[in-house]
């Protein structure tokens, strides 16, 4: 299993610029979600997805949307980037009623906006 | 929400037992204590959980005061390897919308 994998691993936008942060995970997880860190904090929630087609907001929602189309993908939307929003962007995933509490991480985005 | 208070910073020898401690004093009944860390330029990764016994598994223990406003991650002989952000977090039952403080900076002295 490949976990969970996102792309692109850097980007770098201009305010206003608008882009899509990928996330695939290959556990057949249910739950997934889309935290950012801010340099010297920890994460905080922005979406979360308890399956397909069901979406729901977090902590810092505003300014990004999302999607769960299939199990597998949660892509993470941008609709019109701010230097505020520069961050380094992590998904995870997680098995609902599964036999542990593991949220698996990926390696995360680090995206700048100029 | 519940917040978490962490040190922010610690240091261990290597081989020694690490005490890493956590305040969570407006924790809530259903609240889960989750431990991640976060090893420089990865994503965090699981640690070890509880609700209110002590925990015990490969990594790590977890100590759970009784009236569970506090805890404490015991590392039994730190490596060069657990040198990370150690992450103390709680989740209300039923969700997994992890409350993430600035966690614990671990240095692993050789």
């Known amino acids: 299993n490949a976990g969970v994998t996102q792309t692109p691993k850097f980007q770098v936008l201009k305010t206003g610029q608008s882009m899509t942060l990928q996330c695939a995970q290959d556990m057949n997880h249910e739950y997934m979600s889309w935290y950012r860190q801010d340099p010297g904090m920890g994460l905080r929630l922005i979406h979360y997805?308890?399956?397909?087609?069901?979406?729901d907001q977090g902590e810092v929602p505003n300014g990004y949307n999302v999607s769960r189309s299939t199990t597998e993908d949660f892509p993470l939307r941008l609709l019109s980037a701010a230097p505020s929003q520069t961050s380094v962007y992590f998904c995870?995933?997680?098995?609902?009623?599964?036999?542990?509490?593991?949220?698996?991480f990926g390696p995360g985005t680090r995206l700048t906006v100029l | 929400d519940a917040k978490t208070t962490q040190p922010n910073s610690m240091e261990s020898n290597e081989e020694e037992p690490v005490h890493l401690p956590c305040n969570h004093s407006?924790?809530?009944?259903?609240?889960?204590i989750h431990w991640y860390r976060q090893l420089p330029s990865q994503g965090p990764e699981y640690v070890i959980h509880g609700l209110t016994s002590n925990v015990n598994n490969r990594m790590a223990s977890l100590a759970i005061a009784e009236d569970r406003k506090s805890s404490t991650l015991i590392l039994h002989r730190a490596t060069l390897r657990d040198a990370a952000v150690y992450y103390c977090i709680l989740c209300p039952s039923g969700t997994y919308k992890y409350i993430f403080g600035t966690g614990t900076r671990l240095k692993v002295l050789a």
């Open positions: 407006t924790i809530s009944g259903t609240d889960y």
């Open positions: 997805s308890v399956g397909a087609g069901i979406t």
């Open positions: 995870a995933s997680i098995s609902l009623g599964g036999s542990t509490d593991t949220q698996y």
